[in-house]
């Protein structure tokens, strides 16, 4: 059962419009939240980030959003560019029972394709 | 500063083969994990490490082994391959009080 479902894997938009890429949670437990993108034949590198105990974090064009109660979260670009295109991964953070270890639970992604 | 690099870049293996995958981080990282990614998965957790000498089991731990002798090292070994393990494998790191986790740049494994 995946704990961490992203339902869009793939959208299209605009350049200069806005991209909006969705992620849902189950576990009560993760207090973190990220966003990585990955472009082909690279790995993931770190978007953004939010902790549980606020519901929003701007970073330049990016600004992701949490909904705690709806268990859900959402990733905000504006405006979007061409190179922007790239897969979105949801991830989420919990400390796990054995100690200090943290572990990452990510979701299946959202290729994201912005049009010129 | 090369950040966190995994040997090799691809392979090709037979079933039964046996080889290992080298990640190797320079930025003194205490965690470091492996994941596998498979189209419409996303990134699973194989096993990870909280620090020199210590293991643990992730998600999807059977059929791999994984060693962590040095801090800056983890080895992921597969004993016998299976075509099961057809897969892209991601190493990362992490501080142990930040959140966030460096990847390398992946290590194409295709099992025949």
């Known amino acids: 059962d995946q704990q961490v479902k992203q339902n869009s894997p793939s959208l299209s938009v605009q350049e200069g419009r806005i991209s909006i890429l969705n992620c849902d949670y189950t576990?009560?437990?993760?207090?973190?939240f990220l966003w990585y993108k990955k472009y082909p034949a690279e790995g993931p590198t770190f978007l953004i980030s939010i902790s549980s105990i606020k519901d929003k974090n701007e970073d330049g064009r990016f600004t992701v959003f949490l909904n705690k109660s709806a268990k859900h979260l959402s990733l905000h670009i504006v405006p979007s560019q061409p190179g922007d295109s790239a897969v979105y991964f949801c991830a989420a953070s919990a400390r796990l029972s054995s100690g200090s270890a943290r572990q990452l639970t990510f979701g299946s992604g959202t290729q994201l394709t912005v049009l010129p | 500063n090369a950040g966190v690099t995994q040997t090799p870049k691809f392979r090709v293996l037979k079933t039964g083969q046996s080889m290992t995958l080298l990640c190797a981080q320079d930025m003194n990282h205490e965690y470091m994990y492996w994941y596998r990614q498979d189209p419409g998965m996303g990134l699973r957790l194989i096993h990870y490490s909280v620090g020199e000498g210590t293991t643990a089991k992730g998600e999807v731990p059977d059929g791999y082994n994984v060693s962590r002798l040095k801090k800056q090292n983890f080895l992921l070994g597969l004993e016998s391959a299976a075509p099961s393990q057809t897969s892209v494998y991601f190493c990362?790191?992490?501080?142990?009080?930040?959140?966030?986790?460096?990847f390398g740049q992946g290590t194409r494994l295709t099992v025949v």
């Open positions: 576990n009560s437990m993760f207090d973190y």
């Open positions: 990362a790191s992490k501080r142990l009080i930040e959140t966030e986790a460096f």
